[in-house]
Structures are given as C-alpha cells and as structure tokens.
C-alpha cells in the first residue's frame, strides 16, 4: 500500500524536479562538488523530503509548516540556479526552464498550503 504522500501531485512535481536539478548539478565544474552541486541538489531533495514528512502528521497545522519548509527549498533552488547562470555554468534557456519548474512547483505548493488553511 503506498503511502499518502506518494499519491500528491506535488510530490510528484517535486520528484521530477529533483531529478532534473540531480542531473544539471552533474554537469557543473568539479570545483563546486562540495558548494554549489551539493547545495542545490540538497535544496531540491528538500522539497519532496519535507513534502512527505508533513504528509504524516495528524493536523492540517502541521502539514502547512512542512509544505512552508518545501517552498523555501523551492526558493533556494531558484537562488542556486542564478548563481549558476551568472557562473556561466548554464545557458539561458535551462536556466528559464527549471525557473519556470519552480515557478509551477511554488505555485502548486502555495495552493495546497491554502487548501490546508
């Protein structure tokens, strides 16, 4: 039986970004192994991590204050990419695709914690 977490969209939405930011941070110099790569990918498994931990919890309270912690994620995601673009380690158009992945993923996060309220 698979567990709540699993069956949300934004979960879902956060493990794809998870992902496509996993396989970006490969691609940066060596030199960022243990700065910007580590941080931006621990950002992104951020989202989806605190998004199933709050699934747990027995209050709608609770939940919003995990789905608050996944949103930052989101935002810190966005700052790691900038600071990527402005290294030169991505072009314009990755850069405006992941931003636009978590534009959406902000958005569907923002819902779900006004769902709670």
């Given at each position: 039986?698979?567990?709540?977490?699993?069956?949300?969209?934004?979960w879902?939405?956060?493990?794809?970004?998870?992902?496509?930011?996993?396989?970006?941070?490969?691609?940066?110099?060596?030199?960022?192994?243990?700065?910007?790569?580590?941080?931006?990918?621990?950002?992104?498994?951020?989202?989806?991590?605190?998004?199933?931990?709050?699934?747990t919890?027995?209050?709608?309270?609770?939940?919003?204050?995990?789905?608050?912690?996944?949103n930052r994620?989101?935002?810190?995601?966005?700052?790691?990419?900038?600071?990527?673009?402005?290294?030169?380690?991505?072009?314009?158009?990755?850069?405006?695709?992941?931003?636009?992945?978590?534009?959406?993923?902000?958005?569907m996060?923002?819902?779900?914690?006004?769902?709670?309220?």
């Amino acid at each position: 039986m698979p567990f709540k977490f699993e069956g949300l969209k934004v979960w879902q939405a956060s493990l794809e970004l998870g992902e496509k930011i996993n396989l970006l941070a490969d691609e940066f110099p060596k030199k960022e192994m243990f700065n910007l790569s580590s941080q931006i990918r621990r950002a992104a498994d951020s989202i989806g991590l605190n998004i199933a931990e709050g699934s747990t919890g027995h209050s709608n309270p609770e939940q919003k204050r995990f789905l608050l912690f996944s949103n930052r994620s989101v935002l810190e995601v966005v700052a790691c990419l900038i600071k990527a673009k402005h290294r030169n380690y991505i072009n314009e158009t990755i850069f405006a695709d992941l931003y636009n992945d978590c534009e959406v993923l902000s958005k569907m996060l923002n819902s779900f914690i006004r769902h709670l309220e």
